[in-house]
């Protein structure tokens, strides 16, 4: 009987800790050419834990410089695939024809959780944000 009621305790426990952190989904894209992970506004919403945690340069870190191995890396940090977008570019070449090409983003997202006091940091930087 003292087990199942310690394993009850514990499980409520744990419910609480979880209630007090506030789950967000953050994204961040790259284009196939450069590998460059694009974080928009993030150094301007969250606090500087988050930042740090989050925003890694993957060509600087890992030396990363094709899409699908940055994919491989970020999806071991936590990052998720979310979208690929492909864009079709048209400009005319030097012989008078238009060339077409493609180039390819990736969406990624992460789910982070952040307590009371980041979640109104971000909210108050959320309004300042234009």
């Known amino acids: 009987?003292?087990?199942?009621?310690?394993?009850?305790?514990?499980?409520f426990t744990t419910m609480g800790a979880f209630a007090q952190a506030h789950k967000l989904t953050i994204y961040s894209s790259f284009d196939e050419r450069y590998c460059v992970v694009q974080y928009p506004n993030y150094d301007k919403l969250y606090p500087d834990s988050i930042k740090t945690a989050v925003m890694i340069d993957?060509?600087?870190k890992y030396k990363v410089v094709f899409p699908n191995t940055l994919i491989l890396r970020m999806n071991q940090d936590g990052w998720k695939l979310v979208s690929v977008i492909?864009?079709?570019?048209?400009?005319s070449g030097s012989?008078?024809?238009?060339?077409?090409y493609s180039?390819?983003?990736?969406?990624?997202?992460?789910e982070?959780?952040?307590?009371?006091?980041?979640?109104?940091?971000y909210?108050?930087?959320?309004?300042?944000l234009k």
Do not use: H, R, W
Request: charge should be positive.
């Open 103 to 110: 180039t390819t983003e990736y969406l990624m997202s992460k």
């Open 1 to 11: 009987m003292k087990k199942y009621l310690f394993v009850l305790l514990l499980g």
């Open 123 to 128: 909210l108050q930087n959320l309004s300042k």
């Open 86 to 91: 492909v864009k079709p570019t048209t400009f």
């Open 58 to 60: 993957y060509k600087e």
């Open 112 to 121: 982070i959780l952040l307590d009371d006091a980041a979640v109104n940091l």
């Open 95 to 100: 012989n008078g024809f238009a060339n077409i």
